[in-house]
């Protein structure tokens, strides 16, 4: 089985509180921790071990910019075998849809059977997986928790409302879009980044993909972020001030009052 | 102006909150355009609810097939792409169904996507611009979208209030247009989730831990205090993926929907999707180290403060009592 999985690089929200800069244009982004998307590292871990089970191989690839390429780096040390960084000017300002007409090329230009996004990623929309099989006109299923793999079709399992899950069956070549949960991420250590430092991966560009320009970027946008902001917060919680001691004092008449002490 | 269309979801005879939900978001999106109904399945269960979206909206298409007696994502989308014309706005609820079925559909309409709208700011027809939400709530941002050529936009269940029943829609018949519905995925079965040892959903009060707990061990201050508050433990996704408590205590649309009379979020966010299993209206207290935490914009009292150092202060002066 050949896998291709999508990942992109994100600002950690556990690790930083996102704020917003002077303009509005953008968070702040100068002190922020970046990492690989938290849904594609499932989808990764997902991909090796169907690859450990029935053979094959894994490439990771990402639509982004030089820095882009530690996050590849790091899934290769968890054991992707390959990766690819797409990058181009031509692709800033894509939405979902440029980001995925990238991909696309990136996936003809090789022989996949099964090609994984995560479900959504913290900055995203929950949607180039979709749109990339759409594009690809292959099956598509999305929040997938769990993957059999058969003779030319998987079973695989969507988490759906309720934490109940819809069992479908769905023929190769086909995208998932892979839920948290599904497995346990292995961890990589800096030795295991180290490993794979020397690694070449290469750099595609719009015309190395055979892309027109026009059909990524800003210019192909039609959904287009204009600004960041905070909204007006309304009232919002009544915040509990003073010692640690007078705030759980505080706290525990409150809990009395609303039943919440036995 | 382009048609506009919302779709139905339903089950067992009965539509979906969002229904009516989408309605009101449709009228802001396309001020003063008629809404038209979109209902798929097959049977009975289809008329019984495409007669009650003909008393809300002011037509009802139909769409009776076989093959939609399932909503199979891919299958809805063919129904769809073959009945609907292509510079149509469709409106969908940005849930589990809504995501598995709308950026495909967009691509195969050649139309715009809108994902996981919480409102709209303006609409002249031709651009829409609304409001949408980035690190589960903790930015907002305004987006614009060219809707000229049509557009799927996915809307946040529960942020729109449900649009009163006022109208006498016709249902039309479109079934015939359906044309093949051949699909490459197939529906099996739905595996309901498993009950579990404990029932968090009749617990009056719930001490709920978020990612904010940081590590496995720090788990046992929780149940702590739950204990001396006499409450029940629950708990938010991550702490369920990372196997830290059983699936049955995360609360969430994909988990359990709680109806406590006190609810302690401790180390959560408040992302929609925790906060879409909490009911009844609650007293929720929010214990956050981040100040600007959108938990604290629903709460009804915060504390600023790191859970690992607070949680046992807390617990020990309940115990005092
Ligand atoms: C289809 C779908 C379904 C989902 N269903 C659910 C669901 O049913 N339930 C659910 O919960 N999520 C669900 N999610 C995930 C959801 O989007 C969020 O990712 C999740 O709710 C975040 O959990 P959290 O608040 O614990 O973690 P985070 O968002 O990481 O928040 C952790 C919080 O803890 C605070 N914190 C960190 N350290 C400390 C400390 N020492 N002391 C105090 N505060 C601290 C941080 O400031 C932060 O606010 C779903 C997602 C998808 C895509
Ligand atoms: N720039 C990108 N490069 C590679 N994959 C991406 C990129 N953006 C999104 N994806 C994939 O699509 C998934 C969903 O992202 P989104 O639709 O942006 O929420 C992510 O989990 C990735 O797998």
Same mark, same amino acid.
């Given at each position: 089985m050949e896998i291709l999985v999508c990942v992109k690089r994100v600002p950690d929200t556990a690790e930083n509180e996102i704020e917003i800069n002077s303009d509005g244009? #953008? =968070? *702040?982004? /100068?002190d922020l921790v970046y990492s690989v998307n938290e849904w594609d590292n499932y989808a990764v871990e997902e991909a090796i071990q169907i690859v450990d089970k029935v053979g094959g191989s894994v490439t990771v690839v990402t639509v982004g910019d030089d820095e882009s390429e530690e996050v590849l780096r790091r899934e290769m040390a968890m054991g992707a075998e390959k990766g690819i960084l797409l990058s181009d000017d031509a692709f800033e300002g894509s939405d979902g849809k440029g980001i995925a007409t990238a991909l696309k090329a990136a996936v003809e230009k090789g022989s996949y059977d099964l090609i994984f996004t995560g479900a959504q990623a913290d900055d995203g929309a929950a949607q180039v997986g979709g749109m990339l099989a759409a594009m690809l006109d292959y099956p598509y299923a999305s929040l997938v928790n769990l993957i059999e793999p058969g003779d030319g079709k998987l079973k695989v399992g969507r988490e759906i409302e309720g934490g109940n899950q819809e069992i479908n069956e769905i023929e190769l070549p086909c995208v998932l879009s892979i839920q948290t949960g599904i497995n346990e991420p292995r961890y990589v250590g800096i030795r295991g980044i180290r490993k794979v430092a020397s690694v070449e991966i290469p750099t595609l560009g719009a015309s190395d993909l055979g892309l027109d320009a026009g059909s990524v970027g800003e210019g192909a946008a039609k959904v287009r972020r204009v600004d960041y902001f905070m909204p007006e917060?309304? *009232?919002g919680a009544e915040m509990l001030e003073g010692s640690t001691e007078e705030i759980i004092d505080k706290l525990i008449e409150l809990l009395k009052a609303k039943g919440g002490l036995k | 102006m382009a048609e506009v269309f919302a779709y139905i979801k339903h089950e067992g005879g009965v539509a979906d909150d969002s229904a009516l939900e989408l309605l009101s978001a449709a009228k802001k999106i396309a001020p003063g355009a008629n809404v038209t109904a979109v209902v798929t399945g097959n049977g009975a269960d289809i008329d019984t609810v495409c007669n009650a979206m003909a008393s809300a909206y002011s037509a009802v298409w139909k769409i009776d097939n076989e093959a939609l007696a399932y909503p199979n994502a891919e299958v809805v989308r063919k129904a769809l792409v073959n009945t609907l014309a292509a510079d149509s706005i469709v409106l969908l609820p940005h849930d589990t169904f809504g995501m598995d079925l709308g950026p495909g559909l967009s691509i195969k309409m050649n139309s715009a996507f809108v994902a996981d709208l919480v409102d709209v700011e303006d609409s002249d027809g031709a651009v829409l611009k609304v409001i949408r939400q980035e690190f589960s709530g903790q930015a907002y941002t305004h987006v614009t979208c060219d809707i000229s050529g049509g557009a799927v936009i996915n809307v946040r269940p529960g942020v729109f209030a449900a649009e009163e029943a006022a109208a006498t829609g016709a249902v039309v018949d479109k079934? $015939?247009? $359906?044309g093949d519905l051949s699909a490459k995925r197939k529906y099996i079965e739905i595996v309901e989730a498993e009950a579990g040892d404990v029932d968090i959903t009749k617990a009056e009060v719930l001490v709920s831990v978020g990612r904010? =707990?940081? /590590?496995? #061990?720090?788990i046992e201050i929780v149940h702590d205090l739950a204990k001396a508050m006499g409450a029940e433990v629950s708990c938010s996704r991550p702490i369920v993926d990372a196997k830290w408590l059983e699936k049955a205590r995360q609360v969430g649309t994909s988990g359990k929907t709680v109806k406590p009379k006190v609810y302690m979020a401790m180390g959560i966010s408040g992302s929609f999707q925790h906060m879409g299993g909490l009911k009844g209206n609650p007293f929720i207290v929010a214990v956050n180290k981040? !100040?600007? $935490? !959108?938990i604290f914009q629903v709460a009804d009292v915060g504390v600023e403060a790191d859970i690992l150092e607070f949680i046992p202060e807390l617990t020990e002066k309940i115990e005092e009592l």
């Open positions: 244009n #953008d =968070i *702040e982004r /100068d917060m309304g *009232e | 079934s $015939a247009d $359906a904010g =707990i940081e /590590d496995e #061990d720090n981040n !100040p600007k $935490a !959108p």
